[in-house]
Structures are given as C-alpha cells and as structure tokens.
C-alpha cells in the first residue's frame, strides 16, 4: 500500500493499481491519520476536525467512514482478521504504514537526512519531485488541513533552497538561474531565495546581473518592509564585488583546458544522480571544445578518456551519445589507417560503449559490433590491462545479438574481473561483478548471483559508488520475485513492496535509460509468474516497453481485438537487455490470442534462451522461465486455426 498526499489525497496497491477511497470525508479521515505520522487520533479529536459544528449522530458516521476506509485499503482482509493498516487504538484510530510507504513521511525523512548529510541531493531532488500540489489539496476547510499545509509547504521551501545551497557550495548550481528565478518571484520575502539566485547568476558567469539581484532585494525590503538586508546578503554583495566570476567548465571563455574538465566529467560520472548528468554535459563539451583546437590526437585522447565502465544497453541520453559516437568516428577517420593502436583502440571502444542497441539502427548496430571487435583485437596487443577492460566493456555492450547469450557474457564479465582484480581497476572489478551477476540471474543461479551481488556491494563501499546498491537493490527484489513462487517464499504483495523501494532508489540516480518503464515491466512479470492478468492502472508509465506489454494490458481489460492489433504493430524487440523479456510477452499475448504465425516467431526466437529466465538478463526482474513462453507459443503455432 502506497499512499500520496503532497497533491489530491489517492492511495495505490502493491500491484500500481488505484484504491477507490470514497467520498471526501473517506478521504479527508485518512488524511488526518496520515498527518498523525502514526500517532493516535481519538475520536473526539476526529470530529472536531471534520466538522466545525458536529451532527448529532457525528460519531456513528466517523465509524462508517472509517469502516470503509478499512474495505478500501484491505479488500481481501478475512472478516474475523483485525486489521493491519487502519488500527482500533483505546479511544481512536491510528494509521500505520512504513513511513516510506506514505510521500510526505518519506520527504520529511529525506529532507532531514540531506540536512545532515548533502550528499544526499540527489535523493533530495527525487523527494521534491513528489509534490503534485498543495499538501492534501482537496481538505480546503478545515482548520487542521490549513495548518498543515502552512507548515509542510514552509518545509517543501526549505527543501528547494537547501538542494540548491548544496548544489551551489559543491561548485555546481549555473543551471539553477531560471529555477530560482522563478522561486524568487514567487516567495519574495524570503532573503535566502534572494541570495540563491545571486549566487547562482554568479556561478553562471553573470556577475552583474548577480549584483542587480541583490540590489534589487535591498529595494523590494526597503520599499515594502521598511528593512534592511540580512548579513547574509549584505556579505554575499560584499563578495561578489571582489570576486570574479567562476568560468563554466567548457564551451565559449573556458579556463579549463577539455582534458582536464573531461577527466572531471569521468570523476562525476561515478557519483550517479545529478552529478551523472552533469557528467554527461560536460563530456560532451569537452570534446567539442576538444575539436575546437584541431589538434586530432588531443580530441583522440578527450574522447577515449572517458572510459568509465557502463553496464546498461539502453542510453540514458541517445542524443548526447549518438554525438559522441559520431565525433570518435570522424576523429578515427581523420587520424586515418596509421593512427597510433592506443588512440584508435580507445576510439574505438568509445563507439562500442556509447552504441546502445536499443536505439539504434540495423547498420548502427552493424558499425558497434565491428568496433567492439577491432577495439579488443587492438587492446590485446597492447600491454595497457585498463585499455583493455575498457575494450571489453564495450564487447559486452554489444553481444546482445539474439536471446540466449548469458553464458558467453558471463565470460566476458570473468575476464574484465581477473583483469581488474589483478592490476587493481577498483571500478571495472564493480563492472565484472555486476556482469557476472546479470549473467548468474539470467541462467537462474540465484545462489551465484547473490555472492557476485555482495562481493560488488564491498566493492562499491570501497571505492564511494553508489549507484551499486541501488542496482543490487533491483536484484534482491528479482530474486525474491522468484521465491514468491516456491512454498514458504515471500508474498506477491511483499515482493511488489521490494521493487517499489528499488524504484524510488532508482529514480534519483541519473539513469534514465534504465528507469523508464521498469517498475511496471517487473510489476507485470510478478503477475505472470502467479498467472495474474497484467496492471491496467492507468498512471504506469511503461515507457519503452510499451508496444510489448500492451497486448496483455489490453486482455486485461477485456478488450480483445484492440490486443491483437496491438499485437500485429509491435515491433521485433531490440537487441538489449529486455529482449527475452519482450519475445516473452510477445508469445504469451500471441499465445493467449491464438496468431499462429506471431507464436511461431516468437518461439523461434527464444527457442536459443529456453535455458534462461525472461527478463533476468538485467538482473532487475524476472517473468519467469524462458522455456515456459517457448511452450506456449509453439503449443499455439502447432495447433489448428483457432475459433474467431
């Protein structure tokens, strides 16, 4: 059970699907619980906020509502069962849910912890994304609701300028001008948002627009307040007229020459989150200022720098790596056949790590597959052990050829392991474990894969990357998705709760190529492992995944002819991570509509992988056996045609 109320009060199941909670006082009961935080509201207590002059039978009516707040929230509760959500305590009522269950426990806690620990912006910015309103929009008239909302909306304030003030104190914050801009002109008074947006103008390289902010404060405090500055504004303007303004990191003025910030950039890219993302940026404008100097090996060197390890075969920029793939390619056609091993090998391999299959063309693909190749003949002839695990990472990013190749993978994840363990690659041994973890998943050893899941959690510790465990975290649902279906595992509704938290992980840790639709697609495979129709909630965004899981979204609701052509118009799915998954959905939606001809194909394809588990070649989620959908679909394509 998930419950929102930074917005209109809604609550959701396990499964992504919407809980009807009634009416407005339904709903406004539950609200007043949720602000509790799980402390107990008495029932005199209730009544008094529900209604400024309480009916005589008030009482009487808070039980009916609390009663079907009960049904709502625990349809499937035995009728003698107490119940576990919505609690009878002595005089009153108290809700109780994990507190990450609940969006506004979960921000305050988030809030708190980036107070003490900045590090945490990126979790911060996840948090702040989940305001959707005003907090508990619909609850306009009563006194408790106006009071939280003063309050929680002072912290949601709090929240935007401590982001910004970490971001600002680490040396980033030049792309903040319109977002404080914007939190200036709503909230005037408040002299930190003032001296935010001066900073910020600062960062940019505006230092005289900085200073027109700051007058411009000093003004509006005067004029309407009768007040002068705070200190803290008054030492900021002090600063900036004695400072200069920093220089961007690249692009027109830069003081950072492209090999320095592009060795920046690979620092960041550890990070993950909005350090991630400003990696990217950065990278990209290094190596156009890089190309700026026509000084072909100095761009050769700025483009294959960047050779921090890559584990995902979707891009979570397609644009900014189509970019860079085409200046590798260029820089190696200029530098021409007798280009020095090194430089051509790292240009190479850049090719092979930025072409992610799933965006791209027959003859892109083509490109990538002989650039890996030609990237890890040159680098074994090289005795450069990094260039090599470099080479290699891009080999594996392009062996997604067909389904069925987890165990060649894995040996490509075994040799970038012993070549990072013996000549200490701190970040490539994360890079072999976590391949070999992907590989363990998708041949079923489960037992293998949890060893290769910890041993790369040490390592992340060791060497401050964090975006591991967040990735290790989608496993640990994964494999519990698998035991759900054994005697004594974990519940469905349990194993929805696992990836739920993996996806509020996720979904501050700068990796869109990854997040975008894997909740739903895991949500769907818990499904049909218990032989459950697919979500049809309308708010999952399926993103890439969409053509495939729509056909059984679509029988799901019922609406069968609408599934078969959706069926006929989805694509052959990419050649990434998902592809089994995908080809599996496909068979079952063909399967389940008897199209003969689709079920062939889809068996045809899979029959390679029938020793694997669909979806679990990411290690992220699992629907299942492969062999399972092999049966389906040639069970379907063999039998006669079926009655329309």
Excluded: K
């Amino acid at each position: 059970m998930r419950i929102d109320v930074l917005g209109a009060v809604r609550a959701f199941r396990d499964d992504g699907s919407v809980v009807d909670l009634g009416g407005p006082r339904h709903r406004e009961v539950l609200a007043r619980l949720v602000a509790a935080e799980g402390h107990l509201v008495t029932t005199d207590h209730l009544v008094e906020d529900l209604w400024s002059d309480p009916p005589p039978r008030a009482l009487g009516a808070l039980r009916t509502f609390v009663a079907a707040l009960r049904r709502a929230l625990e349809p499937d509760r035995p009728p003698r069962d107490p119940p576990r959500l919505l609690l009878t305590e002595g005089p009153g009522y108290a809700l109780r849910l994990p507190r990450e269950d609940v969006d506004i426990h979960r921000f305050q806690d988030t809030l708190a912890r980036a107070r003490r620990h900045p590090d945490a912006v990126g979790d911060l910015t996840a948090a702040l994304a989940l305001w959707r309103g005003p907090a508990y929009a619909e609850v306009t008239a009563s006194g408790w609701a106006q009071r939280e909302r003063t309050r929680l909306e002072e912290l949601r304030l709090e929240g935007v300028e401590l982001r910004a003030r970490i971001l600002l104190d680490g040396g980033e914050g030049a792309d903040l001008v319109a977002e404080l801009g914007a939190h200036v002109a709503e909230h005037p008074w408040r002299e930190p948002a003032w001296e935010l947006l001066a900073r910020a103008l600062h960062r940019a390289g505006r230092q005289a627009d900085a200073l027109a902010t700051l007058r411009r404060a000093r003004t509006m405090l005067a004029d309407q307040l009768g007040l002068d500055p705070g200190g803290d504004l008054q030492r900021l303007e002090t600063d900036l007229l004695t400072t200069p303004a920093p220089p961007a990191w690249s692009g027109p003025g830069v003081r950072l020459g492209p090999r320095t910030t592009v060795e920046l950039a690979r620092t960041l890219a550890l990070a993950g989150g909005d350090a991630l993302v400003h990696s990217r940026r950065e990278r990209l404008a290094a190596i156009q200022a890089a190309r700026r100097t026509g000084d072909l090996p100095l761009t050769a060197r700025v483009i294959g720098a960047y050779d921090v390890p890559a584990l995902w075969s979707r891009a979570d920029n397609p644009e900014q790596s189509r970019a860079v793939v085409a200046a590798a390619e260029h820089t190696l056609t200029a530098l021409g056949p007798d280009a020095p091993a090194d430089l051509a090998a790292r240009l190479l391999a850049t090719i092979a790590v930025e072409s992610r299959g799933a965006d791209l063309s027959p003859a892109e693909l083509t490109r990538a597959r002989q650039a890996a190749r030609r990237a890890e003949a040159l680098a074994r002839g090289l005795a450069d052990p990094a260039l090599l695990a470099f080479a290699l990472n891009g080999v594996f990013l392009q062996s997604f050829t067909r389904p069925g190749l987890a165990a060649p993978r894995d040996r490509i994840g075994a040799e970038i392991l012993d070549l990072a363990t013996r000549h200490e690659l701190a970040n490539f041994a994360v890079l072999g474990r976590l391949v070999r973890l992907q590989s363990a998943s998708a041949l079923g050893d489960l037992d293998a894969a949890a060893s290769h899941a910890t041993a790369a959690e040490q390592l992340a510790a060791a060497t401050e990357a964090p975006l591991v465990p967040v990735l290790t975290g989608w496993f640990r649902a994964r494999a519990a998705a698998a035991r759900s279906t054994e005697p004594g595992g974990p519940t469905a509704a349990a194993v929805a709760a696992h990836y739920r938290a993996a996806e509020d992980a996720l979904r501050g840790a700068g990796m869109p190529g990854l997040h975008r639709g894997l909740f739903p697609l895991a949500l769907l495979g818990l499904r049909l492992l218990h032989d459950r129709p697919a979500p049809t909630d309308p708010h999952l965004d399926w993103g890439p995944y969409r053509p495939w899981a729509r056909p059984l979204v679509l029988l799901a609701q019922g609406r069968v002819e609408e599934a078969r052509t959706a069926l006929g118009t989805a694509p052959e799915p990419p050649c990434d991570h998902m592809q089994e998954a995908l080809w599996c959905l496909t068979a079952r939606a063909a399967a389940r509509l008897g199209e003969r001809t689709v079920a062939a194909r889809a068996a045809a394809a899979l029959r390679p992988a029938r020793a694997e588990h669909a979806g679990a070649a990411g290690a992220m989620l699992t629907l299942g056996p492969v062999a399972r959908y092999v049966a389906e679909a040639t069970a379907c394509a063999e039998a006669g045609d079926p009655a329309r």
